[in-house]
Each structure stands twice: as C-alpha cells, then as structure tokens.
C-alpha cells in the first residue's frame, strides 16, 4: 500500500517518521518472505500514539512490525502500511535488579548486556532472535525459562482506546506462547526484574543453551522459528519427524531436515508455498494423530 494522501506525507518528518516507500517485506523478515509496502521507521517511540491516530483520521490500514522473526508475511502489494521502531543505541538502563527495556531493543544483545551486568535468568533466550517487545507479546521461552515471569511493568500504547498505560505484570496473563495483550497494543517498554548471579554461571547457561540449539536447529537457514504450537504433553517437532516429513517441501518452502517443527526457505519460496506446506503437514499430522497443530508462527494474510 502506498500512502497518497499529501497531509500524511507531509506531517510524518515531525513525528520523527521516515517513509520507506514500496519496502520488500521479505528483507525485513528472517523467513525472507513478504511483499511490498510503504514502511514507517518510527524514529522516537513519543510519536507513536500520534502516528496511529493521523494513520487512522486518514483511514491508512496499518500493522506493527518488530523483528519480524516470528512473521510470514503474505505476496504482492500488501494491503496496510507497516510502522517499525528504529533501533535506539541506549536501550537498556539498569537500576539494581531492574532492566529498564526499550521494546524495541534486540533480545540477544538485552540478554548479553544483563549477563555481563551480573543479571541471568534468561540465558535460555539466547539465540532466540527477534526484539524485546516482540519476545513479551508471544511470552517466548526456551530451555525452561519464559520472559514473562521476569516481567514486573509493561508500558504501552493501547491503539484501540488511544491511550497509554502502564501495566504491572501481575495484570498480564502469561501463558505457553500466548500473552493478554490485545492484538493492536503497542509495547513501548517493559521493566523486567532479574535475578543476581555471577557472570561465568550466567556465561556457562548462555554456553550451554547455545550448544543446545546450534545442535538442534537450522540456525544458517532462513525460518521463522518452530511453525506449531507444542500440543500439550507432545512435541508437534517429534510428531512430524515421525512421519518422515523431513525434506518435504511445497516450491522452496521445505521441512527442515535438522528440525521437524522449523521449515525453512531454501531460496525463493514465496508466502503461499510456505502456507500450502503448513496446510499440507497439519493435514498429515491429523490424519495420522488426530492433532490439531495451531500456529505458532504469525501469519499476516489479510
Ligand atoms: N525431535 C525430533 N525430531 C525433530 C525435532 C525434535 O525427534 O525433528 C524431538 C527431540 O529430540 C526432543 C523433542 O522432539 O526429544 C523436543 O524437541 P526440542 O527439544 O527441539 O524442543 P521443541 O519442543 O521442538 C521447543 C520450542 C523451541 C525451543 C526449544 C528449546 C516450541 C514450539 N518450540 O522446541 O522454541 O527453542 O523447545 O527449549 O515450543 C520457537 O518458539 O520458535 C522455538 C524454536
């Protein structure tokens, strides 16, 4: 979608809003895959709640865009504008056992700054690509450890109401990847309380996580992760492993053969072979369990 109207052209430079016009989404997302769109970089987070209220006066569809790790972002000519938060170089301020986190600030690079300030709890994290605000919407976990139950404050953009607030963590519901928030809510920042531990333990857990993942995963090629949901009490990876699905693929949309639950573009696989072999393996997957996969990945079609 291309942004014509002249007055929202014009007010976005002193929002702090720089127009990318016509922006291959598949360069934004690590499945490399998404169509073209008018992309807002939105430079001071302060801006946001007048950036989506100009955007809406105007009638200009539009979708929040973070890592893009997590995204399978549909062909063509999009139809909404996509807002992004540009990295800011100071996005994590400690004050005791508190990370004060800009929700835009990459999760690695969050956990490694808190590891080296003596902070852990989240070695299991690394490695799982993607921001801050992006890893507090999905509750993203790993290794037995999930970002929720670190965080103490939230505060956001509540699009719907037009309004900011600030949430304790107790009033979010965090659950196996899934979070209460509303699907418009912004994140703006979170405040994350961590427990102290001595730097080599914290770099010993980091160690062993990545161990762990660079053995299990397809890190060198491009995903969005795990593409289902763990059923409860099953590993939707073993289920289609099993199946000897490995190196199935739709186009270049393929089954990874390092992880089941990972498919993986091996070159110009488009959003609707990545969706016909989501379709295909779920299908497979009822017809030999009787389980219903549900997407982890999220899917932005329409
Ligand atoms: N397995 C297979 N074949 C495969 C994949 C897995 O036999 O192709 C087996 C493994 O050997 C293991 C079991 O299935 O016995 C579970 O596999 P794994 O330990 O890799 O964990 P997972 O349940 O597949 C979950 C998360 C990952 C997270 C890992 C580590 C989900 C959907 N996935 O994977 O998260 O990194 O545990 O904690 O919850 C993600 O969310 O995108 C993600 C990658």
């Not at 809510?185 to 660079?214: A, T, Y």
Request: net charge neutral; aromatic share 4%; with cysteine.
């Amino acid at each position: 979608m291309r942004i014509s109207e002249p007055k929202v052209v014009a007010a976005l430079p002193d929002l702090g809003v720089e127009l990318c016009p016509g922006t291959p989404l598949a360069e934004h997302t690590s499945l490399g895959i998404g169509g073209t769109t008018d992309l807002l970089l939105v430079h001071e987070h302060k801006h946001l709640p007048e950036l989506v209220s100009l955007l809406d006066r105007h009638a200009i569809p539009h979708r929040l865009l973070g890592g893009g790790t997590n995204l399978l972002v549909a062909d063509g000519e999009l139809p909404w504008v996509v807002l992004q938060r540009a990295r800011s170089g100071h996005d994590v301020i400690l004050e005791g056992n508190f990370a004060l986190v800009d929700a835009a600030a990459d999760l690695g690079r969050t956990v490694t700054y808190c590891a080296k300030n003596t902070l852990g709890g989240m070695e299991g994290l690394i490695g799982v690509p993607g921001t801050v605000g992006g890893a507090l919407r999905m509750n993203a976990g790993a290794y037995g450890m999930q970002i929720g139950s670190y965080v103490r404050e939230v505060k956001l953009y509540r699009a719907v109401q037009g309004k900011l607030e600030t949430l304790r963590g107790s009033q979010i519901s965090f659950e196996y990847r899934h979070t209460s928030f509303a699907p418009d809510d912004i994140m703006l920042s979170v405040k994350l309380e961590l427990p102290s531990k001595p730097f080599r333990e914290i770099l010993e857990g980091i160690r062993v996580c990545n161990e762990k993942r660079r053995s299990s995963q397809p890190l060198n090629q491009k995903s969005a992760g795990c593409i289902f949901k763990n059923p409860p009490g099953a590993s939707a990876g073993l289920m289609i492993d099993a199946l000897g699905l490995k190196g199935h693929r739709v186009g270049d949309a393929c089954v990874s053969e390092r992880h089941a639950n990972f498919f993986v573009n091996t070159g110009r696989a488009t959003a609707a072979d990545m969706l016909a072999l989501i379709a295909d393996v779920r299908e497979r997957v009822r017809a030999a369990n009787g389980a219903e996969l549900e997407n982890e990945v999220i899917v932005w079609k329409d």
